[in-house]
């Protein structure tokens, strides 16, 4: 499988961020930008502009009054929660890969999902940068598209087998293809020069066990991937129920905490839907 390998690296070696996402990062990195600076960025692209103005008018701030000026909505807002914007808008414009496995729609409103619920456990149990919980949540499962796309046989394969065996995907993929999805995810990660945190939690995602750090963060992540592959809305299932006894001793949250997490996860991550992904 080492060509496969080899072209998987100079797949994801052309997968890039849009330049706007970079002149925002470039912000971020320059201590003397101010408000009006990003909106600058911003207002130039009327996609983007718009998002960000639905997503400040949604549910999600309860707002008296609609805000119709970029300025204002990034006061408002503020500037990690634009940039989370701006990256995940931008990851999901990067990959935008059509297949006939994975319909993308519904994967980035389950991503969605993912990464707001985990970043509710991360301010549960009130961890620092609970903002890269959520960008991790968003981008864990970028993975299966590069796959899908690309690899279609091979991820055909995969999946029959898993079912058949009643295996996890990534054990399966690890076995047939000598590498999963979470590999293929941390390794565009890296591509896209994002921090090496995010890159340990999604390559080590799927299995928390394996992770040589950041292990209790991995497994808050592990935990929502598993949330949300299951109907919870009409099936509440114990944490217990779901992942590995060795995992969720890593994770310090109540079944009633896990619950209040997930009634806020569903309600915020659709309204964040309505914005990113109309």
Known sequence: MQDIEKELKDITGLISLPEIYLKVRRLMDDETSSIDDFAN????????????????????????????????????????????????????????????ILPLRPFWHNSLYTGVLTQQFAQMLQLERSDRQFIAGLLHEIG????????????????????????????????????????????LIANWNLPTELQVLIRHQPAPATAPAQR???????????????DIANNLVAAEDLVAAEVRAMI?????????????????????????LA
């Open 41 to 100: 960025v911003i207002i130039v692209d009327p996609n983007l502009s718009t998002r960000v103005l639905k997503l400040v008018n949604s549910a999600v701030f309860g707002l008296s009054e609609p805000v119709d000026s970029i300025t204002r909505a990034i006061n408002m807002i503020g500037i990690d929660q634009l940039h989370n914007m701006v990256l995940g808008a931008s990851a999901m414009s990067s990959l935008d890969l059509p297949n006939e």
């Open 144 to 187: 299966h598209l590069v796959l899908c796309a690309r690899f279609a046989d091979h991820a055909r394969e995969t999946i029959m087998v898993s079912i058949q065996s009643s295996r996890p995907l990534h054990e399966i993929q690890q076995q047939l293809l000598g590498f999963h999805y979470g590999d293929i995810g941390a390794m």
């Open 216 to 230: 209790s963060a991995v497994a808050l992540l592990h935990l929502a991937h598993a949330y949300a592959g299951q």
């Open 252 to 276: 310090d949250l109540s079944q009633p905490q896990i619950e209040e997490c997930l009634g806020v996860a569903r309600s915020v991550s659709r309204e964040i839907g309505n914005s990113i």
